[in-house]
């Protein structure tokens, strides 16, 4: 009987973006760092650094209808915020998520026709953001 044996590997990654309610395909990185590693199967862990921005898995085809509408009705920006400054963007990243597990079958993410985009919750017209990536599979 022959073991197959898991291998490990990670990569990170920088992209400016700009806010507020940036959107930002990162599909890209992703799949350049899949081909890279020869990923096969096992699972991908996506992580943005930070605690206001955040990730998102949907159909490219609502994106602009979630970016217009749902994302930023989620977490108002002008409430009477204890906070001051970016409490709705920390809890936008809260609710959102930073980290996602997602499975890869025959080389790619298996996640059907939806992407993985990183939200910019923040108000700055420039920032750099650091995103994580870590195979686990054979």
């Known amino acids: 009987m022959s073991q197959l044996r898991v291998r490990v590997e990670e990569y990170d990654f920088i992209i400016k973006t700009y806010g507020p309610n940036g959107?930002?395909?990162?599909?890209?990185?992703?799949?350049?760092?899949?081909?890279?590693?020869?990923?096969?199967?096992?699972l991908l862990v996506v992580e943005c650094m930070g605690?206001?921005?955040?990730?998102?898995?949907?159909?490219?085809?609502?994106?602009?209808?979630i970016k217009e509408n749902e994302l930023w009705t989620l977490v108002p920006v002008n409430l009477d915020w204890?906070?001051?400054?970016?409490?709705?963007?920390?809890?936008?990243?809260?609710?959102?998520?930073?980290?996602?597990?997602?499975?890869?079958?025959?080389?790619?993410?298996?996640?059907?026709?939806?992407?993985?985009?990183?939200?910019?919750?923040?108000?700055?017209?420039?920032r750099e953001r650091h995103i994580y990536l870590m195979y686990m599979g054979y």
């Open 82 to 126: 204890q906070h001051e400054g970016n409490a709705y963007a920390h809890l936008r990243s809260t609710v959102l998520g930073t980290q996602i597990v997602l499975p890869i079958r025959n080389g790619s993410l298996a996640i059907g026709d939806n992407k993985l985009y990183f939200i910019e919750n923040q108000c700055y017209t420039f």
């Open 23 to 42: 959107v930002f395909d990162i599909m890209p990185y992703i799949n350049e760092f899949l081909c890279e590693v020869n990923a096969s199967k096992g």
């Open 51 to 65: 605690s206001t921005g955040a990730l998102l898995l949907v159909n490219p085809k609502y994106i602009n209808e």
